[in-house]
């Protein structure tokens, strides 16, 4: 047995015996008739039962749906940056996370579409508790990371996936997706949790830590929504943080915060994909010889990356006046367009609420206040 079992999507040869298990399954008539409502149930079935490789389910089946996800929920995806990319080279795709289903599928739609490599990405097995959701987690290329583990295993867990990204970056021939942190970004400061590059640098086995990381090919990602679909479903959150209070997910929380993630309205998105580190990580090499500082410094790399290339909206500057109380940027929208945002605000919270109200327009203004760091750049 492999011991990447428990965390690894579907080998090709287990597709289809997993696709025949669940194809009854409410919730998959529930996708299958989402993604092509004008197709008889039969005719799908028999297209699904056909299937044998992770490929063919994304492309014919996965990248559908999201297709008609877009049409239904945005007013479009745009994306720049993919034309540098080389169609044949895996590359480690590391970027910021607003939506637990969304940033990663949009990800691969976008490379599917310049003909490059698409991603096996990472998932918490914590949103993936229902056998369906599992089963198609699988099927999509996803690999698990463990959540709530005790020290001792959350390292072994660790060094279980930098192996797994290892081997699948040098090994497969295979793109990876991860997020920047564990959780979505709730307050919209987008920041590299030096975690997560801990967890990568466990690949290097003794080797130069900056060396190894130009060989899996680090590349920053920004994703931007100008409506996030599940800032309302944030607030609670922020209030517990504003009173000092332990946060505690209601049942179903997670599954309920994906379903309004996919379905929730978004209006435009963009995705930038920034250049592969590479003279950057010489940089850090040459001037910190602590594997510590070097990684802060990789950590701030990957923020300047995607702060810097982040998409403003908007939504973004209209947050930002109303937070400040300043018209500063007022060229960067219309009258209409505040409006309407004053509108979904208070459709959406309670706006007498100072700190939900407050905690509303942060999540929204301070990409703005990010992007203000980097000179010409708003």
């Known amino acids: 047995m492999s011991k990447f079992e428990h965390i690894r999507p579907f080998y090709d040869s287990e597709v289809n015996e997993a696709i025949c298990g669940v194809i009854h399954h409410p919730m998959m008539k529930a996708l299958m008739s989402f993604a092509f409502p ?3 149930q039969k005719v799908w079935e028999r297209q699904l039962q056909k299937t044998h490789s992770k490929r063919d389910f994304q492309v014919n089946f996965i990248y559908p749906a999201v297709q008609k996800v877009l049409q239904k929920s945005s007013e479009g995806l745009t994306t720049s940056g993919f034309e540098k990319l080389d169609k044949h080279t895996p590359y480690l795709f590391i970027s910021n996370h607003r939506d637990i289903i969304l940033d990663t ?3 691969n739609v976008s ?4 003909g490059q490599i698409m991603t096996a990405s990472a998932i918490g097995d914590n949103l993936v508790q229902k056998p369906f959701l599992h089963t198609l987690s699988r099927l999509n290329r996803n690999f698990l990371v463990q959540r709530a583990l005790p020290p001792r295993e ?3 867990s660790s ?3 930098s192996e797994y990204v290892c081997q699948l970056l040098l090994r497969e021939n295979r793109s990876v997706w991860i997020a920047q942190r564990e959780g979505r970004t709730k307050d919209g400061n987008d920041a590299t949790h030096q975690g997560v590059l801990k967890m990568l640098a466990m690949g290097a086995e003794g080797d130069s830590l900056m060396e190894y990381f130009k060989s899996i090919k680090i590349v920053p990602v920004s994703i931007s929504y100008e409506y996030d679909p599940t800032d309302a479903l944030k607030m609670p959150m922020l209030m517990a943080q504003a009173n000092d209070e332990v946060y505690v997910k209601e049942k179903n929380e997670d599954f309920n915060t994906l379903l309004s993630g996919i379905m929730g309205q978004k209006k435009r998105i963009h995705i930038h994909v920034c250049d592969v580190l590479d003279n950057e990580l010489d940089k850090i090499s040459a001037e910190f010889d602590n594997q510590n500082r070097q990684i802060q410094a990789v950590a701030q790399v990957l ?3 995607i702060l810097s290339t982040y998409k403003l909206w908007s939504t973004n500057y ?3 006046d109303l937070l400040n109380k300043t018209d500063c940027f007022s060229a960067k929208y219309t009258e209409k367009e505040k409006q309407l945002f004053e509108r979904r605000l208070e459709m959406r919270i309670d706006v007498d609420n100072k ?3 407050d905690g509303f327009l942060a999540m929204y203004a301070n990409p703005v206040v990010n992007k203000m760091k980097y000179k010409n750049e708003v």
């Open 303 to 305: 923020d300047d990356a």
């Open 318 to 320: 209209i947050a930002y």
């Open 105 to 107: 599928s949009l990800l």
């Open 159 to 161: 060094r279980l996936m």
């Open 154 to 156: 959350l390292l072994q």
């Open 38 to 40: 004008d197709v008889d």
């Open 111 to 114: 490379l599917y579409d310049h």
């Open 355 to 357: 700190t939900l109200y």
